[in-house]
């Protein structure tokens, strides 16, 4: 069973950082390709980027230019480094292995204006 836990987030100032991490386990980690989301208050959940197992990566337009996902296949984890945040960036933001149907629990980011 694939167990996720996402850490790293918090409360900054617009224009601010921060980088999140993912760990996995109960899953073979490197094949795997691995993505993050985010769900904002009333909203639906959203993706935001992904990475293969080749270390290719895709974002959400919205995104692009201020996210970059990244992975440590030797750790299990996954990160995602967002630079510039935007008080619509304001989100529970969750990882999720690809192919599996499991959610950890999420990060609260949370950006003030």
């Known amino acids: 069973q694939v167990q996720l836990v996402e850490s790293g987030g918090g409360l900054v100032q617009a224009g601010g950082s921060l980088r999140l991490s993912c760990s996995a386990s109960?899953?073979?980690?490197?094949?795997?390709?691995m993505g993050w989301y985010r769900q904002a208050p009333g909203k639906q959940r959203e993706w935001v980027a992904t990475?293969?197992?080749?270390?290719?990566?895709n974002y959400v337009d919205s995104v692009k230019g201020r996210f970059t996902i990244s992975r440590d296949n030797a750790k299990n984890t996954v990160y995602l480094q967002m630079n510039s945040l935007k008080p619509e960036d304001t989100a529970v933001y969750y990882c999720?292995?690809?192919?599996?149907?499991?959610w950890g629990q999420g990060t609260q980011v949370t950006v003030s204006s």
């Open positions: 999720k292995a690809s192919g599996f149907k499991s």
């Open positions: 109960g899953i073979i980690f490197s094949p795997n390709g």
């Open positions: 990475i293969t197992s080749g270390g290719s990566t």
